[in-house]
């Protein structure tokens, strides 16, 4: 069969590949590694001259002097400072001195430690199961004590201790007539078991 030599991989496209990388690299590394042409950075302290303050006479280089016996002794301790680098407000100012003291009078009673607080209202025993509807008459809810059914209106007495406050669709708000609490009941049905 002849055709073993249309199909041999050429050498020539792999080394001018290989060429091409090798010069890319080159150019890369040129460029990465050449020293900067532009002018240096200037340091905010550059330009000026070191000045000595008011009152001070210009430093004679003979004094430069290093003191070795200074450079053993201990640092000094840290100051006690109110300073605070990252808070940027003015200090706050003092407080203000305390008033006059208050009187009997001004003073508020506290609370006896160890008073139970008062106890909650008793619990109304009934059971609010229904609730309907009639022209002209409004809103009638049905309560029972499991033993007796009653109905009421909103602001009728109930069994001469309960007053209905308001009847919902889901739920009564009940208190009781000498004003000691106010509950709400659930509609809950006929859930009470006969004993």
Known sequence: MGTDGQFAPSRRPRTSLL????????????????PSTGPAPRTSNSGRAVQPGAGEKPLDPRELKVRLPDLEKPPPEPADTERNPFRFQPK???PPPPG?????????P????????????????????????????????ALSDCKHTVQGREGEEIEGRYRIVKIGVE????EFLDGTGQTTLRMSGQDCVAK
């Open 19 to 34: 060429v091409l990388l090798a010069i890319v690299l080159a150019v890369a590394a040129f460029v990465a590694l050449r």
């Open 92 to 94: 706050a100012p003092p």
């Open 100 to 108: 006059p003291p208050r009187g009997a009078e001004d003073l508020v």
């Open 110 to 141: 506290l609370p006896k430690v160890g008073t139970p607080p008062p106890p909650p209202p008793p619990q109304i025993p009934l059971k609010f199961i229904g609730v309907t509807e009639a022209p002209g008459v409004g809103k009638i809810a």
């Open 171 to 174: 739920s009564l708000v009940i």
